[in-house]
């Protein structure tokens, strides 16, 4: 059972274009993580949400946390090439072991 | 600093053999953890440690499959009768108590095909 969806799981757009990717559970996080995985490597932590309404900015990628933490988004602001890759998030359920629980990802391709 | 290294990158075996996975986790972390990521999935958890025993095992898929990590640092997946299935990417992470919200830095992972 997948306990984290992930929407879309595919995303191809033109440089400049803004685009969102959601992560929506049924379960309640303790926190939330976003990674970004490229070919061959392992997913590089972008950032963590913790607290329910949580906005985060990392340039341009913002990141939300629902107000009832069993959600979250990602919104990219004018995509840039560099920015194609798997973005996966994954949380840690409330109450449970500290093991991550992932979404399947969504690929993002930015066309230059 | 050193990020944490796993070997071989890859390995490729036939059907029924035995191979051994190892993660060198970042120094000092004192947790690790082990996932499985097939193609087109996110990682799936396998085994987490807490400093040498085995906190979490909950995701082992069946009795071929165990870790050790004897002194605290190193650890080895070790899978026994590979099968087909068994083909994926294993990647290790570690973490400090230190690091806040259980924040997990990753290998590159081992891609295993089982032949």
């Known amino acids: 059972t997948q306990l984290l969806e992930q929407s879309p799981q595919f995303l191809s757009i033109q440089e400049g274009e803004n685009l969102t990717v959601y992560c929506n559970s049924s379960?309640?996080?303790?926190?939330l993580q976003w990674y970004r995985q490229e070919p061959g490597e392992g997913p590089v932590l972008l950032v963590t949400?913790?607290?329910?309404?949580e906005v985060k900015k990392l340039k341009r990628l913002t990141f939300q946390f629902g107000d009832a933490r069993k959600d979250s988004s990602l919104h990219i602001t004018a995509a840039q090439p560099g920015d194609t890759g798997l973005y996966l998030c994954?949380?840690?359920?409330?109450?449970?072991?500290?093991?991550?629980?992932f979404g399947k990802g969504t690929k993002l391709t930015v066309n230059p | 600093g050193a990020g944490v290294s796993q070997t071989p990158s890859n390995k490729v075996t036939e059907k029924g053999k035995y191979v051994e996975l190892r993660c060198d986790p970042i120094?000092?972390?004192?947790?690790l953890y082990w996932y499985r990521q097939s193609l087109g999935q996110g990682p799936e958890f396998l085994i987490y440690?807490?400093?040498?025993?085995?906190?979490?095992d909950s995701g082992l898929p069946n009795d071929r499959f165990f870790a050790v990590r004897p002194e605290g640092s190193v650890s080895t997946l070790k899978i026994q009768r590979t099968e087909r299935g068994d083909s994926a990417v294993y990647l290790c992470?570690?973490?400090?108590?230190?690091?806040?919200?259980?924040?997990?830095?990753f290998g590159p992972g081992t891609r295993l095909t089982v032949l």
């Open positions: 120094s000092g972390h004192t947790a």
């Open positions: 994954a949380g840690v359920t409330q109450g449970g072991s500290e093991k991550l629980v």
């Open positions: 440690f807490q400093g040498t025993g085995a906190a979490d």
């Open positions: 992470a570690s973490s400090s108590t230190g690091i806040q919200y259980n924040e997990q830095f």
């Open positions: 379960s309640v996080f303790s926190s």
């Open positions: 949400v913790v607290t329910g309404g």
